[in-house]
C-alpha cells in the first residue's frame, strides 16, 4: 500500500516547484524503502519539454543504480504521468506508480487514455488519486496566483 | 516532403550504435533545412532508460534553441518512436516526423497503437517508412550478429 511519507516529499518538491514559477509536479522514487532519486518541474527553468519531474526521477534513479531497468522501485508523483512520462515508466520497467491527481489534458495512466492498457507488454501497479486533494490543491493555488 | 540527406545522417547515427553494442536507432532534428540536434541510442552504454536516440536529440535542440517549444522543426528516426519518444514529441510540439522502420513491438506512431489519435490536442505531420529497408537492414544485422 501507498505510505504518505514518500507522498508528502513528492509534495514537497512540487511546492519547491511552484516557488520557482514551475507548473507544480514532484516526484520520488523509491526502492527498498528508502528514496533513491527525486524530481520536479524544471520545464520553464531549464526550457527543456523534456524536464518533467518524472523524466529527472528516472535519469537520477538510472544514475544511482547505474542500471536502465528499474525494477523493485516504486514512483510517487504528485500528478497523474502524461504519455511522455508513461512511456519512460515503460521503459524503466518501474513496478509501482503511485500518483494524486488525475491531469484530464495530458494524463496517461488513465485521465486522457491509458498507456498500461495498449499492447505493449508491461503494466505497473496503478494506484492513483493517493493524497489526490494536496495535490490538487498546489496545482489550483498555482493557477489562480498566474491569473 | 522528407529529404534522403537528413535521413541519411540519421542512418549513419543508428549505425554508429550498432559498432557501439546499442540498438542501431538514429536521429536527426531539422530546423530551416538545417541540423540543429542529434542524438543515437545510448541505453546500454550510459544504462539509462530515458537514453533512446530521440530523446537524446530533443534535449540536445532544447538546449541549441533555449526553447521547450520546438515548433517548426523537423524530427527523422529511423525507427518508429516509443510512446515516450511519442510522448517527447507530443510535450516539444515538434511539427513533423519523418521515420524509417515500423515498431510492431513498440510503435507508438501506427505500430503498436497511434498516440497522436488520442485527445492529446497535438498531432505532428507523420511519414512512416521512409527509407524503411536501411534503417530495418541496420536492425535485422544487428540482431543477427546478437544471435
Known sequence: MPEKFFMERALKLASDAAAEGEVPVGCVIVRNGIIIAEGRNRR???QNALHHAEILAIDNACFALHNRRLAGCT???TLEPCPMCAGAILNAGIDEVVFGASDTNMGAC???MNIFEEAFGFKPKLYG????EESARLLKDFFAKLR
Open 44 to 46: 520553464e527553468e531549464t
Open 75 to 77: 514512483m510517487y508523483v
Open 110 to 112: 488513465g485521465g486522457v
Open 129 to 132: 488519486g493517493f493524497m489526490a
